[in-house]
Every structure is written in structure tokens, then in C-alpha cells.
Nanobody
């Protein structure tokens, strides 16, 4: 059974930086599609960034150039480096693994990021 755990959220001032981490057990990240999503109050959960097995990445336009997704295959972890954070980045951030073999989505429990102006 896959299990994902996010960490690294917190409160930061506008213009600041945070790095989120997602660690996993029960499934290998590098052979699947990993992504970060966020859900702001009253809004739907949206894709922020994604990394495929070969390492291809793509980003939502709102974070392009400010956020970077990366993966450590040795540790079976995925990261989201966030810089120049703005109040509109405030949300609960979720890590997701999409199984290439089954298509099933595994989600972490989420970590809160709050950006003050």
C-alpha cells in the first residue's frame, strides 16, 4: 500500500521561499508520475507542477519561473522549491503519485502554506 507524507509547509512573508518535501513508502517514485497540487479555501484542487519518470517537468503558468519540482530517487522523495511566494500561493499543498501501471492516484495528507502580505 503506497503512503505519501508531505512536510515543509508553514507561514512565510511575501517574497519568501519554502521547500516542500514528499516522502513515500510502498511504491517507487521514479517509475511513476509525481505531482504537486494545491487547494485554496473555496477553490478546487489544481495542478502546480509535475515530474515524469524520465524527469520531464511541467508547471502551471502561475508558478512558472518561481517553483521547481525535483526528485531524489535514492531517498524516494519529491520536492517543490517555491520562491517569490505571494499571498495567492496560500493553500494546502498535496503530493500525488499516479501509478503508470494502474492509473490509480495516491495522495498525501497535505501541508499548509500561508503567505502573508
Amino acid at each position: 500500500q503506497a503512503h505519501l507524507v508531505e512536510s515543509g509547509g508553514g507561514l512565510v512573508q511575501a517574497g519568501g521561499s519554502l521547500t516542500l518535501s514528499c516522502s513515500g513508502s510502498g511504491i517507487v517514485f521514479r517509475t511513476n508520475i509525481m505531482s504537486w497540487h494545491r487547494e485554496a479555501p473555496g477553490k478546487q484542487r489544481d495542478l502546480v507542477a509535475r515530474i515524469t519518470g524520465p524527469g520531464d517537468t511541467n508547471y502551471d503558468h502561475s508558478v512558472q519561473g518561481r517553483f521547481t519540482i525535483s526528485r531524489n530517487d535514492w531517498k524516494n522523495e519529491v520536492y517543490l522549491q517555491m520562491s517569490d511566494l505571494q499571498p495567492e500561493d496560500t493553500a494546502v499543498y498535496y503530493c500525488k503519485l499516479k501509478s503508470v501501471r494502474t492509473g490509480y492516484d495516491y495522495w498525501g495528507q497535505g501541508t499548509q502554506v500561508t503567505v502573508s502580505s
